[in-house]
């Protein structure tokens, strides 16, 4: 069980704030929309509540998704984009270290109607759905701290945001770490035959993140050469999009190439209504 804390103050965050290029004024005035903390063995999980907080979770991504993946970095050590700023971030500390070792950017369609996703994608028929929506991205957690433990300190915090706005939909872009072709075709094809939702949510891939006839060529593979193996396409599926379509989520059309991150993005969608038994029980999401 977790045990749900009391807001803590914080006192003189500013003055923890290092000056650098960006958007400093923004993240100065950052403010939580939804507020909560859960502890478990010597572990917080709860929404960045302040600046600080807040840069930290932009140092945190800049450290897995800039110099771990792209073995690049930004000038001012964050990585930031414009959703940041209409975001929630939800956050686990190391209690003992006072360390931000995993993070969830989480934005509502309760406080906003814009996306990261649309950047990529043609989502308007997600957008008809009913209910609130809840965009899930830029989750990571740092090397030393990938375990099971870590993992379930964010679903549960993840639950526990999904109860405090009703959430009924679940959606973002998975990636995948590829840009090789015939990797994309196969593990596009495996996951069609497997987890493609209804046409009447199907999304489509924008400007420049179209791959070309991807459709035809991952049914090419599948059903003329001889070189696809459902096994193989399996191991290229990444642990957090498959703890996803395992909890009920579904791809929701063609994947859209990254090139920046050197990365193909699948549209997931999970309707938390018929979320899976056992993942409710697992992470507390009926309580």
């Excluded at 010597?42 to 600080?52: H, L, S």
């Excluded at 840009?179 to 209804?198: A, H, M, N, P």
């Amino acid at each position: 069980m977790y045990q749900i804390l009391q807001e803590k103050t914080e006192v003189n965050i500013l003055k923890q704030i290092k000056p650098f290029h960006g958007k400093l004024d923004q993240i100065l005035q950052f403010k939580p929309k939804i507020r909560f903390l859960l502890s478990k063995a010597g572990f917080t999980v709860k929404t960045a509540e302040n600046p600080y907080e807040f840069q930290e979770v932009l140092k945190l991504r800049h450290r897995v998704f800039y110099e771990e993946l792209l073995h690049k970095n930004q000038e001012n050590g964050l990585d930031m984009d414009e959703f940041d700023f209409i975001c929630d971030h939800l956050i686990v500390i190391d209690e003992k270290e006072n360390r931000i070792i995993g993070t969830y950017r989480l934005n509502s369609s309760l406080f906003t109607d814009y996306f990261y996703s649309e950047t990529e994608f043609d989502i308007k028929n997600l957008k008809k759905l009913p209910g609130t929506k809840l965009e899930l991205g830029r989750a990571c957690i740092e090397a030393d701290y990938r375990n099971g433990l870590t993992i379930t300190l964010l679903w549960a915090g993840l639950s526990e945001y999904i109860k405090k706005i009703n959430a009924r939909y679940l959606f973002g872009c998975s990636s995948v770490k590829t840009v090789d072709t015939f990797q994309i075709g196969t593990v596009f094809q495996f996951l069609k035959e497997r987890y493609y939702s209804d046409v009447s949510l199907r999304v489509y891939p924008i400007g420049k993140f179209k791959i070309g006839n991807i459709s035809s060529y991952a049914d090419f593979i599948s059903n003329v050469t001889r070189s696809y193996d459902p096994k193989t396409a399996k191991k290229l599926v990444p642990s957090l999009l498959n703890s996803y379509l395992k909890a009920g989520a579904f791809i929701c059309g063609e994947p859209a190439l990254d090139k920046d991150f050197q990365c193909i993005d699948f549209l997931t969608l999970l309707d938390t209504s018929s979320m899976k038994e056992t993942v409710i029980k697992k992470f507390d999401l009926g309580s």
